[in-house]
């Protein structure tokens, strides 16, 4: 006979139909598209909070500095007025036309290097808040956007400067707005395209510094494609100049070619394709990688 008490039992609970059961179902097929249309859409949700980080981040940066991100507006004046002179020498091109072009295009380039040095990082540099927080992937990639956009607007008070002080007036500025909104789109997927990459192969990080370097010197950036007498439509292979040119034309007051526009389209379609699918499919891996 078993002397010990009987133990108190826990009290049974009701069995409901409703009772809350966690499925794990693999993602096949079309699945991965649709979760990561379903990750981009909510990433735009919290675009506020991506804003907020990007200024934050630019904050965290500068701290302890006086000047703060303005260092960037005086490091970009000095460069220019420094290059300007020297690069109208020995193209033997007038300083008055010159120094707007080279300014708009430095600031310019200044915002995709920017967008493909800290597109390598945008996962892993926010792996913390990633392995902590449930939240979609696109915020980070809108954060990093955001930031680079707003070190670019520190940077467009040395443009206007050029501007009047060379009586430079835009013209053409009804492809701008276009042009805007394909250089957002661009870099939107440029930097989830590196993000994914530079989570996977930490070795895209100084492949892209060491492509960005190459491109900064076959692109037309401190030197115009009139300059090229022969082959002009060459320049149509680098997927660089058409973006530069349909922003810049219209700012310098120059014809913008036929073909320019249709190869930006054409590029910019590419780089979504291949992005969005790459995303799509390696979307639930990032978290491991990182």
């Known amino acids: 006979m078993n002397d010990m008490p009987d133990l ?6 009701p069995t409901t139909g409703t009772e809350p059961v966690m499925r794990l179902v693999p993602q096949t097929g079309l699945s991965y598209f649709g979760r990561a249309l379903h990750d981009i859409t909510q990433g735009f949700h919290f675009r506020t909070l991506a804003l907020t980080l990007a200024w934050l981040d630019i904050r965290l940066r500068y701290r302890g500095s006086v000047l703060g991100p303005f260092w960037l507006t005086g490091t970009t004046t000095i460069m220019i007025a420094a290059m300007g002179v020297l690069y109208s020498y020995l193209l033997n091109v007038d300083m008055h036309k010159y120094l707007p072009f080279l300014t708009f295009s430095v600031v310019l380039w200044s915002l995709a290097s920017g967008v493909l040095r800290e597109g390598c990082t945008a996962f892993t540099a926010a792996s913390s808040l990633i392995h902590s927080a449930r939240m979609p992937y696109t ?3 809108i954060r990093v956007e955001m930031r680079n956009i707003l070190v670019l607007a520190h940077n467009i008070p040395v443009v206007i400067g050029v501007f009047l002080w060379f009586h430079a007036a835009p013209q053409n500025l009804t492809t701008l707005l276009p042009a805007c909104a394909l250089w957002l789109v661009d870099c939107f997927f440029m930097i989830m395209l590196l993000g994914v990459l530079g989570a996977r192969f ?8 060491s492509l960005t370097q190459i491109f900064f010197f076959v692109t ?14 060459w320049l149509l292979l680098d997927p660089f100049f058409p973006l530069i040119e349909i922003l810049r034309a219209p700012i310098t007051g120059d014809v913008v070619q036929v073909a320019v526009w249709p190869a930006a389209l054409a590029w910019s379609a590419l780089l979504a394709v291949v992005t969005f699918c790459l995303f799509a499919r390696m979307r639930t891996r990032l978290a491991y990688w990182i």
């Open 8 to 13: 108190p039992q826990p009290p049974s609970r």
């Open 139 to 141: 915020l980070h990639v």
């Open 202 to 209: 930490r070795d895209t990080s100084p492949i892209v510094a």
């Open 220 to 233: 037309p950036v401190i030197w115009a494609p009139e300059l090229m007498t022969i082959g002009q439509n």
